[in-house]
């Protein structure tokens, strides 16, 4: 099908290394999304791009966190110095039209920082 | 601070027996709330979206109302591939989106 996809599925990297995770969204969605969901907890909003802009940063957790969208396409989320607090599942979103309305879940990149 | 806080956690219902999921919010000058399914390993699945206090829809099984601090989700007569964990969010005038911690059904044949 034609959804949002994720890569990689899976990823295990040791603690202090850096990993980037890659989301294609649906074609022609203007905004992109990257959520966060630990076990036991809601989805955490990180960041959310309206065209290759990111409007408000201020959901990712720390420096480490950064994240870029190129040709309002595809999005790479990356995580310097990983560390055992950001094991967690990232999830990516694309909707249509930025700001509002239906959001489309990629399946998600498990990330275990061992 | 915004938060969203859903009700009960977990829920176990007989085959055929309705019941009601709750969100509650207190986020200011909400733009919209939402009611997405997860399954296992999944990315969750768009339900509803909610902008005005009265407002419903309706899907199959599930009928989503929306109040000032509050929204049901009502399930009638589920059944067993109604299982999943239903998760609430609401938009904030930031645009940034809240999600509660989500409903585990299950739903007994």
């Not at chain 1, 409007?55 to 420096?63: E, H, N, V």
């Given at each position: 099908g034609a959804g949002v996809s994720q890569s990689p599925s899976n990823k295990v990297t040791e603690k202090g290394k850096d990993v980037e995770l890659r989301c294609d969204p649906i074609s022609g969605h203007t905004a992109l999304y990257w959520y966060r969901q630990s076990l036991g907890q809601g989805l955490e909003f990180l960041i959310y791009f309206q065209g290759n802009s990111a409007?408000?940063?201020?959901?990712?957790?720390?420096?480490r966190f950064s994240a870029e969208r190129t040709g309002g396409s595809v999005s790479t989320l990356t995580i310097q110095r990983t560390q055992q607090e950001d094991s967690a599942v990232y999830l990516c979103a694309s909707s249509l039209v930025g700001g509002f309305g239906e959001q489309f879940f990629g399946p998600g990149t498990r990330l275990t920082v061992l | 601070e915004d938060q969203v806080t859903q009700s009960p956690e977990a829920l176990r219902l007989q085959e055929g027996e309705s019941s009601s999921l709750n969100c509650s919010y207190t986020v200011s000058g909400l733009r919209g709330l939402f009611w997405y399914r997860q399954d296992p390993g999944k990315g969750p699945e768009f339900l509803f979206t909610l902008y005005s206090a009265g407002e419903e829809k309706e899907k199959e099984r599930l009928k989503a109302t929306l109040t000032k601090k509050e929204s049901f989700l009502h399930i009638t007569a589920p059944k067993p591939e109604d299982s999943a964990t239903y998760l609430c969010a609401v938009q904030a005038p930031s645009n940034q989106f809240y999600f509660g911690t989500g409903t585990s059904l299950t739903v007994i044949p």
């Open positions: 409007p408000d940063k201020s959901g990712l957790p720390s420096d | -």
